[in-house]
């Protein structure tokens, strides 16, 4: 059984870095398209970052769009997600997930119900 198995979270003050890493333990990560969501405390799950399956197209939603930046490695099939100059708003729970069923010319999923596979979750607190 495939796992996405994340890690980096922790509890960081106003204007710290983070870097969360999320690996994938099954075959093909290069044909995966990944996300990295979050949901906090009584809110909806939302996306913040997606990646194509190549690298070359990124998603970054507004709310973290210059300070948050998704990468991935087909290497070490692991997916990373930069979070630079953090604030209380990005205190959550990160979800990394992998959509398997695009293809290279795909659009960028931005749905969490587009994707099949979870990680189990890492938080971040943000402190002021």
């Known amino acids: 059984q495939v796992q996405l198995v994340e890690s980096g979270g922790g509890l960081v003050q106003a204007g710290d870095s983070l870097r969360l890493s999320c690996a994938w333990s099954?075959?093909?990560?290069?044909?995966?398209?990944l996300g990295w969501f979050r949901q906090a405390p009584g809110k909806e799950r939302e996306v913040v970052a997606v990646?194509?399956?190549?690298?070359?197209?990124?998603f970054h939603s507004d709310s973290v769009k210059g300070r948050f930046t998704i990468s991935r490695d087909n290497d070490r099939k692991t997916v990373y997600l930069q979070m630079n100059n953090l604030n209380p708003e990005d205190t959550a729970i990160y979800y990394c997930?992998?959509?398997?069923?695009?293809?290279?010319?795909?659009?960028?999923?931005?749905?969490?119900?587009?994707?099949?596979?979870w990680g189990q979750g890492t938080q971040v607190t943000v402190s002021s």
């Open positions: 997930a992998a959509n398997s069923r695009s293809i290279l010319t795909s659009p960028l999923r931005l749905a969490a119900s587009d994707y099949e596979y």
């Open positions: 990646i194509s399956r190549n690298g070359g197209d990124k």
């Open positions: 099954g075959h093909s990560f290069n044909r995966l398209m």
